[in-house]
């Protein structure tokens, strides 16, 4: 079970790296006017998305999932790991809307502003946080 507890925490560091990015680069491509950095940025977006954000959330999500079945018996009364599975589904439509505000900025309709990224950025940063106190401390046991 080591391994998979291995290889679900890289999984979470490369959907996280992500998750950190995709948002930067949206910050980016909102303030672009040159066509040349708007093409540029909408391919940096989609591999990020769809290369490494994507099979890394679905790989972290899976072994994620075959820990907590594997030790049903310890983690159904665990209140700590119940809200972490709340927050990482919060995660799971975060970057499902990022997958939206990647199709918008694909067919050039997008209408929020930079600023609105950067605070788009920082709600990872917030559930990251919470995430790792709540599986390293596990509060409420």
Not at 37 to 51: D, N, Q, T, V
Not at 62 to 72: A, E, N, P, T
Not at 91 to 100: A, E, T, V
């Amino acid at each position: 079970m080591l391994w998979i507890k291995a290889f679900h925490i890289i999984a979470v560091i490369c959907w996280f790296a992500g998750i950190f990015y995709l948002p930067r680069l949206f910050v980016y491509h909102a303030m672009a006017s040159d066509t040349t950095s708007i093409e540029r940025f909408k391919i940096m977006e989609r591999k990020l998305y769809r290369g490494i954000m994507t099979p890394s959330a679905i790989i972290a999500i899976v072994l994620g999932l075959w820990m907590v079945i594997d030790g049903w018996d310890y983690y159904q009364s665990a209140v700590w790991l119940q809200i972490k599975l709340f927050l990482v589904l919060g995660l799971i439509g975060y970057h499902g809307y990022c997958g939206k505000l990647l199709k918008t900025f694909a067919a050039d309709n997008n209408d929020k502003s930079d600023v609105f990224y950067r605070w788009f950025n920082e709600i990872p940063v917030i559930i990251l946080v919470a995430i790792v106190i709540l599986a390293i401390v596990k509060p409420f046991t």
